[in-house]
């Protein structure tokens, strides 16, 4: 069972290069998130989208956007890195669609993005 | 804006005792609390969710309390093991998201 599987796991840019993070479950659940993690830092939560079709912005969406291309896959797009991004990225879902019942969230193992 | 603040110093705890690590929010009271475990290099694990009507949630050696009165929550591992070593991480919901803690490094001496 492989839950929910991001890809790369590492990658290196320069600033100014686009690269897009991948993501999919295979759990059926209805809602997917973006999370970036740094030294010292709770979670921040970047895009989420609670059913195929819609997105919504998180905590911190700028330099960012996101795709819900089906149910599965939740794709995090960088258009233009910036040393700022530097980061370690989790891809989560959960089964819930109400914002008062997210329920558990099952993450991914993450993606190292480093941005020079 | 809602805050949640964790110990951000590693606790050491030798192995047999009890572990206890703390979780403090401010403003905002939450309807759920959950507790996460996180290892090095990986995504974190779900362990324990405690809504707001319930004091204390238990799960195997694990005991999760919510007192709203404080605004905190405690999470417990009993008869800790090594293996019980990582990072432990508290969320609380608000609105659309959940607002997470940076996490307490917990570490079990054998």
């Known amino acids: 069972n492989a839950g929910v599987t991001q890809t790369p796991k590492f990658q290196v840019l320069k600033t100014g290069q686009s690269m897009t993070l991948q993501c999919a479950q295979d759990m059926n659940h209805n809602s997917m998130y973006w999370y970036r993690q740094d030294p010292g830092m709770g979670l921040r939560l970047i895009y989420y989208?609670?059913?195929?079709?819609?997105?919504d912005k998180g905590e911190v969406p700028n330099g960012y956007n996101v795709s819900r291309l089906n149910k599965r896959e939740f794709s995090l797009r960088l258009e233009s890195a910036a040393p700022s991004q530097t980061s370690v990225y989790f891809c989560?879902?959960?089964?819930?669609?109400?914002?008062?019942?997210?329920?558990?969230?099952?993450f991914g193992e993450g993606s190292r993005l480093t941005v020079l | 804006s809602q805050k949640i603040e964790q110990n951000s110093e590693a606790l050491n705890i030798q192995e047999g005792k009890t572990a206890t690590l703390t979780c403090n929010y401010t403003?905002?009271?939450?309807?759920?609390l959950q507790w996460y475990r996180q290892d090095p290099g990986r995504g974190p694990v779900f362990l324990l969710l405690i809504r707001e009507n319930e004091k204390e949630k238990r799960k195997e050696r694990l005991k999760v309390t919510f007192d709203t009165t404080l605004k905190q929550s405690l999470f417990h591992i009993t008869a800790s093991q090594p293996a019980d070593s990582a990072t432990y991480l508290c969320a609380q919901d608000s609105n659309y998201q959940l607002i997470w803690g940076a996490g307490t490094k917990l570490i079990i001496k054998p």
């Open positions: 989560a879902s959960s089964s819930g669609t109400n914002h008062r019942n997210t329920g558990e969230l099952f």
């Open positions: 403003n905002y009271s939450p309807a759920y």
């Open positions: 989208s609670a059913s195929e079709g819609t997105t």
